[in-house]
């Protein structure tokens, strides 16, 4: 056992993080839909974004490889367009190759924490991105890629940005690397932050402070809270014992929500037998995906204006023209994916011995860096699946778009990370079935809340989608 120096002073925490966070999620009075709306309002003034669709061929400092056909930036910095090559054997389609965007470096999506009379409060963002499809969203208090941060554009400095450099100087509650997109990224990963501080904090036009609470509200209104605001917030280790002390009351699917955030409440599957089953289907799936020229991408076809897909299906790569205020940069274009519809988000939830559960789904998407990661129950945009015979569809699409009112506990559309993508827009729903064990199958567990807030201490679990899904599940406890 190592001796520690006479000097070192062990830290000792008043109370655990856990309980403090359903302490601040108890406090929602003071900052509703309508006045966080004003706000941004109001900093919208002087945090403007024109945003425009231009031809690819119109892009500035951008410039596609000839030999390649690949769209990379003249610094050779930023990201790549280019294509991947996919292999899943026995997959509902065996084969495909499609455009993706490859950005090997790590961002940095952090919020800033401290309390205020005894209640954690988030130092919280109104931000602008071009793909946001309304402008200002809420966003965490320090959302950047690499080259933003190390100011290759050379644009103004991130602020806050110190705080997640050195974070040692500070309190870490939650730090971990996450995937995104493993659909239109290849193998991209953000580090996911919160920090606590002590001392003074200077709030800076287009920054609030918000409690966990007020954020839970404000995930109910469409559009409002951003991507990257909900990642990190589900990374929060919002699970322990004794959870029920501090929230307790309500109906029956909040009473099974709290309990489920007790770590001590048990599970219907044990977490190795959860780990054995990731691993498990990690190891059976023969996915083999490489990446390869964007001129050698089959099924799409490049005009002036954009890169398609044959079927008029699926996404599309676009070009956009950007003039902002309040930004580090305040004129630029870029290459983005836009999305063809509007997607299906789904969780289905269950009351299982008086703990609730979440049908998740081992998904395979050709970015991830290990085969698979946790999924809601359904993820897809419905109409990109019409040409499939029925039994090659999403499984579970219909208790979602027939689910009676009853049932639907969460129905909101939200945006995907608006830095890259083009009015991305998915409807968010949750959904109680009184359907138990005979839902499970090969790539479908019943997991209880507890366990996917223990995946999240690592990377590389949960989907960017089911984070979302997780932090919105959060917000129905209060």
Request: include cysteine.
């Amino acid at each position: 056992m190592p001796v520690l120096p006479p000097a070192t002073t062990l830290r000792v925490d008043r109370e655990p993080i856990h309980l403090r966070l359903a302490r601040s999620a108890l406090v929602r009075d003071g900052a509703g839909v309508a006045d966080v709306r004003g706000w941004f309002d109001e900093f919208a003034r002087r945090a403007y974004t024109d945003v425009r669709r231009i031809p690819l061929s119109a892009l500035k400092s951008w410039h596609t490889d000839p030999a390649t056909g690949d769209i990379r930036h003249d610094l050779s910095k930023f990201f790549v367009v280019q294509g991947i090559d996919v292999a899943v054997p026995g997959g509902p389609v065996a084969h495909w190759r499609q455009p993706i965007i490859h950005q090997p470096e790590i961002g940095i999506l952090g919020i800033i924490a401290k309390e205020f009379d005894g209640v954690l409060h988030f130092l919280m963002q109104a931000k602008v991105e071009p793909g946001n499809g309304n402008g200002l969203q809420l966003s965490p208090t320090v959302q950047a890629t690499r080259s933003n941060y190390t100011r290759v554009h050379n644009g103004r400095a991130v602020p806050y940005l110190d705080y997640f450099r050195h974070p040692g100087m500070h309190r870490v509650i939650g730090d971990v690397r996450q995937s995104e997109q493993g659909s239109w990224f290849y193998r991209k990963r953000n580090r996911n932050m919160v920090v606590e501080v002590t001392g003074d904090v200077e709030v800076l036009d287009g920054f609030r402070w918000l409690t966990l609470g007020q954020i839970h509200a404000l995930l109910s209104a469409d559009d409002l809270v951003n991507m990257d605001a909900r990642t990190v917030l589900s990374c929060l280790p919002f699970a322990g014992a004794g959870v029920h002390r501090v929230l307790s009351g309500g109906g029956a699917i909040r009473e099974s929500l709290i309990r489920a955030c007790d770590e001590t409440a048990g599970s219907l599957h044990t977490t190795g037998e959860v780990l054995s089953w990731i691993t498990e289907m990690r190891c059976g799936l023969d996915v083999e995906t490489r990446r390869i020229p964007l001129n050698e991408v089959t099924g799409w076809h490049r005009t002036e204006d954009a890169i398609v897909h044959e079927s008029g299906r699926f996404f599309s790569v676009i070009g956009v023209g950007v003039s902002a205020g309040g930004r580090e940069v305040a004129h630029w274009t870029q290459p983005m994916i836009e999305p063809v519809g509007t997607g299906l988000i789904g969780l289905l939830v269950q009351d299982i011995g008086g703990v609730l559960h979440v049908l998740v789904q081992a998904r395979v998407e050709p970015g991830y860096l290990d085969v698979v990661e946790l999924g809601p129950t359904v993820q897809c945009i419905p109409g990109n699946h019409e040409m499939l015979p029925p039994g090659d569809r999403p499984r579970f699409l219909p208790d979602f778009l027939d689910a009676p009112a009853d049932q639907i506990h969460f129905d909101t559309v939200l945006s995907e990370e608006g830095g890259r993508f083009f009015h991305a827009l998915n409807r968010y729903m949750i959904v109680e079935t009184s359907r138990g064990a005979e839902l499970e199958h090969r790539a479908f567990r019943w997991i209880a809340v507890h366990q996917l807030v223990a995946l999240l201490r690592h990377s590389h679990y949960l989907s960017v989608q089911a984070r979302s899904m997780l932090a919105c599940l959060h917000s129905l406890i209060t």
